[in-house]
């Protein structure tokens, strides 16, 4: 892995602010005002002890609230055969990494995916280098695992152009400081999800850009594809960028190691033969990427975010 960022500044501009049509109220003022001090703090006393006092936070207050009662509702599902007590262990672990994960955010700079004295230990980076070396775009898909920030910044470390897929923020400020702070580290092309980012989709591939995609949250007009052993709408844009394009998909995963330490997977990348019949060809390429998503899942149930709505709530 190459120790130096891969600056693309020249040549981009971070997007505007997903919500900047929205006013901005005085509560959008006073959380944006909060999530500044708290960032401000999490620097003073340093990565390490961010992390571990949000995990603290988190783990303590989290499985209290009502949102907890999906997760353990989405693991009952999944996994009928668990205890209670299994259950309130993933679920403890599932807030433990995401207060973690968001006081990380203020360190973000910390992290030097492969680099000696970095805090990310990076397997199959060869297949960045390969990426590099056929210089067409591929498409890195993972899901909400550990620290998911740590996938694009390690892409973009390795010196590949990309675009990063985003979910905006609903505090307008917020959403512009977040912008900031990853095109610092993950580069400054940032593509929100929904409508105005399909077109950018297409343009950064166009543009030779390899794109960055978590794919394991529910949307709602996708297409039906099995996850998890039930069937839940799944975005297909990789599946269908990938097809028109012939870009490689490669999947990968971030789990925590512990503390504020990981381990980044580019795993190999999923083989598909074309049938002809495009429709058929995007979900059934969709279902072998659930299929990878999966698998991360199972290894570190803990680690993947349970508490989204990601099956409709007949089958939850």
Known sequence: MRGAVMSDAAVDETPLPERRNRPVTIAHRLEYALARMLVGFFRIVGIDAASAIASAFTRSVGPLLAISKRADDNLKAVYPEMTAGERRRIVAGVWDNLGRTAAEMAHLDK??????????????DERLRRTIEAGRPAIFVSGHFANWEIMPITIHRAGIRLASVYRAANNPLIDEFIIKARALVMGRCQIPKGKRGGRALIEAL???????????????????????????????????????????????????????????????????????????????????????????????????????????????
């Open 111 to 124: 992290f030097r995916p492969g680099e000696a004295g970095g805090r990310v230990e990076v397997i199959g």
């Open 206 to 316: 166009k543009d030779g850009r390899s794109l960055g995609m978590l794919v394991d949250q529910k949307l709602n007009d996708g297409i039906s594809a099995p996850f998890l052993g039930r069937e839940a709408m799944t975005a297909p844009a990789a599946a269908r960028l990938a097809l028109k394009y012939g870009a490689p998909i490669y999947p990968g995963w971030v789990e925590r190691l512990g503390g504020a330490h990981f381990r980044m997977t580019i795993d190999s990348p999923i083989q598909f033969a074309p049938s002809g019949d495009a429709t058929a060809d995007v979900r059934e390429l969709t279902i072998l990427i659930n299929r990878r998503i999966e698998t991360y899942v199972r290894a570190r149930p803990d680690q993947w975010l349970w508490l989204h709505r990601r099956w409709p709530k007949a089958s939850a």
